[in-house]
């Protein structure tokens, strides 16, 4: 349903009017919390007082995940994500930590 009360004629229109409903226009200039947010992701990130996280607590995370849960878009469920590092812990803890060190 459009903001005016009418309905979408074609999929092109419901797609465009779910996009402006859960997706708005971010005006730079209309909102200040919105603007703070903002400025504080230009920053860089200093985490060094950050430990590396272990091969134990990455694991116990992917443990809890909902097996039942249908995939996301990249199509992993948890089952995969968890076999793929049981087989590749080192690939996995590189990458993970290396989000952690640069945010």
Same mark, same amino acid.
């Given at each position: 349903m459009t903001p005016g009360g009418s309905y979408t004629t074609d999929l092109e229109g419901t797609i465009n009017q779910v996009m402006d409903h859960f997706i708005p226009e971010d005006d730079e200039g209309s909102d200040k919390a919105h603007k703070v947010i903002r400025e504080r992701t230009r920053e860089p990130l200093i985490t060094n007082d950050d /430990? /590396? $996280?272990? @091969?134990? /607590?990455?694991l116990a995370v992917l443990e809890?995940? +909902? *097996? !039942? @849960?249908? *995939? #996301? #878009? +990249? #199509? $992993?469920? !948890?089952?995969i994500l968890i076999e793929t590092f049981k087989c590749f812990p080192n690939l996995f803890m590189e990458i993970y930590n290396a989000c952690l060190r640069w945010g």
């Open positions: /430990e /590396e $996280l272990t @091969k134990q /607590e990455v809890r995940f +909902d *097996p !039942s @849960k249908a *995939p #996301g #878009g +990249d #199509g $992993l469920n !948890s089952d």
